[in-house]
């Protein structure tokens, strides 16, 4: 400073002057230099799109024509009286045609092509191409989700040059920035235009900002209205008019400007914002579309057609006469795209739906091998194994399924909430995550994040661990009696029956499809509760739990994702598929640049795991879940196991089929009870979601060579016949089939003990 | 301060001469649709969707492409889960690419799928064989 003052006091005024003048110039140099950098950034960082998993096409694949036609919409196809582009289908009676758009996968690149699949009630008979030929498969191009966005959470399509409807631009200019192609930046004259409009009409209805300014003005994200702020604005407008041609800052205009919101994500451009409002391509849009996204620019919020459509709507049809007016549309035009609906698309027909919860885990599993710099601009793709109607589906069924378990008006902070975790445990994909009620909320994802205490869900570990032994099997009896076992810290434990009583002796069969507590612990105090801990490590939880005796019964914090994780082991026989959300990536030139496969490691003894799951079965047959049976389709065989942890505070159910493993928690953020078993909670929302799937296949367990068939009294383990009351058919070791039971029990006894336990409801 | 700002703007100005954009353009490879859609062609005869794909597989596997027959083979599996001639074909070409692990979980797997397929069985015994030979 002292410097300065000195320059400033012994210096002649006209070299004072020249520094005021170097100092302003050095000024709007360092301004337009900035601004240039801040266009060329934006240019050029591209964040890495997410796309879902395609739907696979093939003759015999279940799929209604609704189920089609919804997931063709879902991807922005266009109803046509006749297929003419890519991107549009017809439909005639039970055959749908369509012309797919070129795309390139991580294999190969596809190209457009145009099919007629038909279809039969649930089933596809054929794919067959314009000649009539069949096509074994034909895939349709995924749903893109989103981006793997960086700052501030803006998510945008790039759009290119060609592909931006001149309609567009003219609306944008006739509203906007009228004499934009004239201008330099700045406006003078349509300042002054603003201000005697708004005077008139003594509203905001026009602002003076050119495009120019308006893109300097996103760019900054600084909604000051300061004196400062515009003169800054003004310099870096004339600057990019300077240094781009017009048609380049339209272009960036169009990809930059904010245009809504959903939850923490941000809509930006108006190539999202196309696929955002109508799930349509920008190119697809009509006029009165078009008028709608236009009218957006100037209160994203304040006219969202979805939370205020009538604002909307009015708002729609002033843009309309402004282009009429504009001789930018005949004013015929102009009056029937005021008569059109809003057509706003919702729910799940919504394309380019963010899912926050899934894209936690996409980031997750990219996290290890992608720089964040790469993800947020290098433009890379990104396919996962997500299942749009799978995840529409669980969202469904969560929000539903809480909604009739809770108190009407629970108090503030006391909701229920829950969490929802769907695989293909075979091939590892996750196929849909639900991190809470509030799907759109970008904040605490309890499917990955939520540890809680996993109850009984355990318990098919402790068996497992016991019949990997070679000492058990399903028909082994075990006591279920009081027990008192003495810990570390000098207390004693003394675990008690969920119905209060114990049961004498039981087979293991019953005691795990029953979940009785005594029988578990004392079954898992004789073969070591380390042997246990190990064992669910092997599985899929991230390390060894602490192996305390009440680990037996399930005091360990897991996530509904690491119980998908042990569940998916149990599922495949013991072997660990690690559970996967991204397939493949590829670079923006579609140049494949890395692949997750499927990986198998064999965790468990599948002989042991065979019978497990044998008994799985049974708790749907038998034990704690048969009051979902109603709920699944009939003849469905499906393997879970309920679980509570204590005071009622976490209701989980975790099962399978033979092509879904889904896993369901419900509790509370606060710790605080619910009052729901795994069989009054989670188990509906599961049975009504899995039994919702299309034709899911049984579960059919391989039988491995040492194991045979038998049929076993459910009631006591000893061996009995096809047809006697409460015999079931599991796997036993060769060779150590049970002894005969004397007779059939058909009788009084065992149908009056089934009628009580009916009564009783449903154990845990 | 002026001195900071000077410099300030020359650090800016001289990274505004930076020639960018950054240039991009790798050469984009050939795309590979041309051998997949051949093998397509040759199994058009079989109804099952994934028999293309095993087609497809099988000519990545002798090009030794293996992600490329992996992926053709995990796509299959996707569809058919438990067709145990996809698992056994993977577990081919975890053996040809050297991941004799993969190999042999794949080889359980195929044979745990097997069911009455003997054929199937069998030859999942004996790459498990190899496999053991191969791992002494």
Known sequence: MLILEM??????????????????LGYVLYLSIYVIIAFEGRRWDIPAHVYAAPLELYAGMSLTSDEFVSSLRQTGYDRVPEVSDAGEYTVDGDEVTLRTRAFTYWDALEPSRQITVSVDGDRVLSVRDTAGEMLPLARLEPVRLGSLFASHHEDRILIGPDEIPPLLVDALKALEDRRYDHHHGLDLRGILRAAFVNVRHGEIRQGGSTLTQQLVKSYFLDNRRTFRRKIREAIMAVALELRYDKDELLHAYINEIYLGQQGARAIHGFGLASEFYFSRRLSQLELHEIALLVSLVNGPSYYDPRRHPERARDRRDRVLEVLADQAVVGPEKAASAAEAALGISSGSRMMSRYQPAYMDLVRQQLANDYDKEDLETAGLRIFTSLDPQVQARAERELSGGLARLAAPDPEPGAALEGAVVVTRYQTGEVIAMVGGRDVEFDGFNRALNARR??????????????????????????????IEIELENGDTWSPKNFSETSHGEVPILRALAESYNQATVRLGMEIGVDAVARLLQDLGLPEAPPPHPSLLLGAVETTAFEVAQVYGSLANGGFRVPLRAVRSVIDAEGEPLGRYPLELEPVADPVAVQQVNAALVQVFEHGTARTARGTLPRGLVAAGKTGTS????DSWFAGFTGDYLAVVWVGRDDNAPVGLTGATGALPIWASLVGGFDHSASYMP?????LELAWLDYDTGLAT??????????????????????????GLRVLSERVRGWLEGTSD | ???????????????????????????????????????????????????????QARSHLAAAEYPEAAASLERAIRIEPDNA??????????????????????????????????????????LLADIAVRQR
Request: charged fraction near 20%; proline fraction near 7%; glycine fraction near 8%.
């Open chain 1, 7 to 24: 320059l400033f006091l012994r210096a002649p005024k006209r070299f004072v002057a020249a520094v005021v003048g170097a100092l302003l």
């Open chain 1, 453 to 482: 205490p996993a109850g009984s869900l355990i318990k098919p570990v402790v068996y497992l661990a016991a019949l990997q032994t070679g000492e058990y099997n399903l028909a082994s009896r075990i006591e279920d009696a009081p």
């Open chain 1, 646 to 649: 204590s005071d009622f505070r």
């Open chain 1, 702 to 706: 391989a039988i491995a060579d040492d």
């Open chain 1, 721 to 746: 016949h096809r047809g006697c009351r409460d015999a079931v058919l599991v796997p036993v070791p060769e060779g150590e089939k049970p002894p005969q039971e004397a007779g059939c029990s058909r």
């Open chain 2, 1 to 55: 301060m002026t001195r900071s700002a000077i410099g300030l703007l020359l650090a800016i100005s001289i990274a505004a001469c930076a020639p960018f954009p950054v240039s991009r353009d790798h050469p984009v490879e050939p795309d590979s649709t041309g051998a997949g859609s051949q093998a397509n062609r040759d199994a058009g005869t079989a109804s099952a969707p994934s028999a293309g794909l095993l087609q």
């Open chain 2, 85 to 126: 001639r996809l698992w056994l074909e993977l577990a081919r070409v975890h053996f040809a690419s050297g991941n004799l692990q993969q190999a042999q979980a794949h080889a359980r797997k195929a044979s745990s799928l097997a069911g009455s397929d003997d054929a199937a069985r069998s030859a999942a015994e004996k």
